[in-house]
Every structure is written in structure tokens, then in C-alpha cells.
């Protein structure tokens, strides 16, 4: 099964929260776990690797909290995803720096890397801003990408 990690998921939920709010307004890690129905220590947990990010913007001080480090249309999931789990990589010869033993003569990871770019762009694509709105109408309705490997 392919899925995100829980912090990566919480963190696009505590992003989310921010996106929502007022611009000019910072909201402390504790508002932030109330509005994301998250423990305290996980919200903590999560801000420090999207601040190093600059996804988040830290102010300190008694009115001190956090806001986000850009406009929600300037982010892209891509930038949360790889913020908590470092570079996406479907595969570990998804990565340029490989240490797969059986790289250099395996005969499918080309399309590995194919198939990693074009989840990369498929996040790259998605804002938060974009996240923030309600589904389509037509719940069945879904997205589809077409994915052509070539060698």
C-alpha cells in the first residue's frame, strides 16, 4: 500500500487550519491543535519541520504563534510532503543517490522514476489553497492521470 505517513497527514491538516484564517492573525500551537482536533505535543512536533521549511512563519513573544510562511495559493502539497518526509520516492531507485545493491542492472527503474515524476507534478499541482475547498458537487466524480512509460 502506497500512503503518506499520519505527521504528514496531520501536518496538512494543521496547514489547512492556518490557510483558513485570517491572514494577519497567528494562532499558538494550542489553537492550532484545538481547530485540528490534534494533541498539543503532535502540533509542536509537526511546526518545527514546516518552519525549517518556510512553510510556517514562528513569531515569539506574549502575542507570539504561527502563520503561514506564504500565501496558500504558493504552496503546494510537494512542499508539505517532502517538509516531513524528505524527497518523494516511490521507490529507493526513485532517489538520484541510490543505495539499492541491484541499481546499476535493474531493468525497470527508469520507469520507477517516471512514475515518481509524475506523482511529484500530480502534488506539485495541488495547492493548499486548493485543499481548503469542498469537493465537486458530483461526489463520484474523480480526476484521473494518465501515466505513458515509454522506454
Do not use: F
Not at 513573544?61 to 510532503?81: K, Q, T
Not at 512514475?115 to 469542498?134: F, G, H, W
Amino acid at each position: 500500500m502506497l500512503r503518506i505517513t499520519k505527521l504528514t497527514d496531520y501536518a496538512t491538516v494543521v496547514m489547512t487550519v492556518l490557510a483558513a484564517a485570517d491572514p494577519d492573525r497567528v494562532l499558538s500551537a494550542a489553537e492550532l491543535a484545538e481547530q485540528s482536533g490534534l494533541e498539543p505535543p503532535t502540533v509542536s512536533k509537526l511546526l518545527k519541520p514546516l518552519a525549517q521549511a518556510g512553510l510556517v512563519e514562528g513569531l515569539r513573544g506574549v502575542r507570539g504563534g504561527y502563520r503561514l510562511g506564504r500565501h496558500a495559493d504558493d504552496i503546494s502539497l510537494i512542499e508539505i510532503v517532502e517538509a516531513m518526509e524528505g524527497p518523494l520516492a516511490m521507490t529507493e531507485c526513485s532517489l538520484h543517490d541510490s543505495q539499492c545493491g541491484i541499481a546499476k542492472r535493474c531493468g525497470i527503474r527508469h520507469n520507477w522514476r517516471l512514475i515518481n515524476d509524475v506523482i511529484a507534478e500530480a502534488l506539485r499541482k495541488v495547492t493548499l489553497a486548493q485543499m481548503l475547498k469542498p469537493p465537486a458537487s458530483n461526489s463520484s466524480r474523480r480526476h484521473s492521470i494518465d501515466i505513458h512509460i515509454t522506454n
